[in-house]
């Protein structure tokens, strides 16, 4: 082989599923691999692992917020459904009940949205000829698409019904 | 400034003890030392049976990945000073078997590594003898992740690896974008398909914490989320998100 040339290699092996203890898994070891020691101590992971550092509890609070979202939209959906039975008979809700519970859920879909907005940057890779976008780009696109599409929602809300 | 510190180490002998348990050594404080001075410090004058992996001793070896209060740390990059008054606890990196002491078993880690083929491969032969030159921005787009270290602290942060042992793991996928991201490369697709198959990038929730950890700034969370975008406008697009 010439220096430079590179073997002509595949990605489709398959890989072997893991032992029970879950650490063997991978490719079946190379003649040179040293075998797994047989006592090795298998470390659980502790069911408040959360707990243990900030980022962990930071992570389990954005996902969440994501449960809130979801009862909001339930209860949209069952608001949306009283409705059919015409105006004359719909009562929307209210009460200092429904208006608690619908500022934790618009807290979560903030919380929920800024935490996605912000890792826009970081997640999105758009090519821009031999370079690519600025995340920093990316993000204010995002922010500036999130006031448009609320300020729209706003107005329709406001002077849709007039 | 103290005298000493109190370094408490998990200890660990397969052929003694049902499980790991911590020792405590009073080492002298310098204000210039590691954790791992002090461990050296510790086999060197207190318990030469205290095993732990080292070697450059400058975080570039990769070798010295331990848990220090809790924290993923190379060994070598942990300073007593940032953790006074003590004591400071010293376990070995989480999510791994322990094998004896601060070492771990990392066979898992190197099959992994091994499965995501982390060199360049080129279906044709090379494009002609000698070098393979690169423009500066072309070498912008994967230098990030060519600055792994291998040291695993990612592993020891990641909380899906426990839950999911066969998640291919943060280092293993970031290499394997570097490599994508390399215009050498010609097994980008591949290396794609390879990455959305099962135990790869939909295994990770983004937690976030690889990245955190990261003593080189690696960054294997964006290199995970980046692959999950680009698959999925692989799907939706027509040109294949590219």
Known sequence: MRSGDVAKVRLDEARPAAGVDGVTAGTAAHPSTPAKPAAAYPVKQPFTWWTRRRGYLLYMLREFTAVGIAAWMILFLV????????????????GPLFIAVGVVCLALALWHSYTFLSLAGVIMRIPLGDRTVSPRLIVGVMYGGLVAVTAVIAGLLIWGGA | ????????????????????????????????????????????????????????????????????NGRPKLGCSAFLRDYLPGPIV?????????????????????????????????????????????????????????MCINCMLCYSACPVIPIEPEFVGPAAIALARRYELDSRDRAGQERLRTLTGSDAIWDCSFVGECSAVCPKGVDPAKAIQQTKFESTLGMLLPWGGR
């Open chain 1, 79 to 94: 608001e949306i459904a009283r409705a059919r039975q015409g105006a004359s008979g719909y009562q929307p809700l209210g």
């Open chain 2, 1 to 68: 400034m103290p005298e000493t510190i109190t370094l408490s180490v998990t200890r660990f002998d397969p052929d003694r003890d049902s499980a790991p348990h911590p020792q405590s050594y009073e080492v002298p404080y310098q204000e210039d030392w590691v954790v791992l001075d002090a461990l050296n410090w510790v086999k060197a004058h207190v318990d030469g049976s205290v095993n732990y992996r080292w070697s450059c001793r400058m975080g570039i070896c990769g070798s010295c990945g331990m848990n220090v």
């Open chain 2, 90 to 146: 010293v376990e070995p990196m989480a999510n791994f078997p322990v094998v004896r002491d601060l070492v771990v078993d990392i066979s898992s880690f190197m099959d992994k590594l091994k499965w995501v083929k982390p060199w360049i491969i080129r279906e044709e032969t090379a494009v002609g003898p000698g070098e393979h030159r690169q423009t500066p921005a072309q070498i912008d787009q994967y230098r990030q992740f060519s």
